[in-house]
Nanobody, 126 residues
Framework: QVQLVESGGGLVQPGGSLRLSCAAS????????ITWFRQAPGKEREGVSCISVNTGRTDYADSVKGRFTISRDNAKNTVFLQMNSLKPEDTAVYTCAARYGSVYTIQRCQQAMGYWGKGTLVTVSS
């Protein structure tokens, strides 16, 4: 069965960086998409970035373009989210999710996700 396990969250000062990891297992094909979501207290969950594991196509929410980079290491079955120039408003629980198929835009990457990790907390504060 599919499992997703996030790691890498923590406390960081504004302007700092963190790299989140999403370790994936149990997929029966290489045609799947991983999306990073985040949810801040009192706010709705939003898609941040997604990647097609097979093709490497990526997309980002406007709020993180130029600051966050999604990537994958297929040999390690892991997707990363490199977060730079962090702001207090980036504080949230970050969760990775997956679906079969290749999805190419952040809007579509938020739809019909079938598998979810438990999340990792990112706190950006002085």
């Amino acid at each position: 069965q599919v499992q997703l396990v996030e790691s890498g969250g923590g406390l960081v000062q504004p302007g700092g960086s963190l790299r989140l990891s999403c370790a994936a297992s149990g997929f029966t094909s290489d045609y799947y998409t991983i999306t990073w979501f985040r949810q801040a207290p009192g706010k709705e969950r939003e898609g941040v970035s997604c990647i097609s594991v097979n093709t490497g196509r990526t997309d980002y929410a406007d709020s993180v373009k130029g600051r966050f980079t999604i990537s994958r290491d297929n040999a390690k079955n892991t997707v990363f989210l490199q977060m730079n120039s962090l702001k207090p408003e980036d504080t949230a629980v970050y969760t990775c999710a997956a679906r079969y198929g290749s999805v190419y835009t952040i809007q579509r990457c938020q739809q019909a996700m079938g598998y979810w990790g438990k999340g990792t907390l990112v706190t950006v504060s002085s």
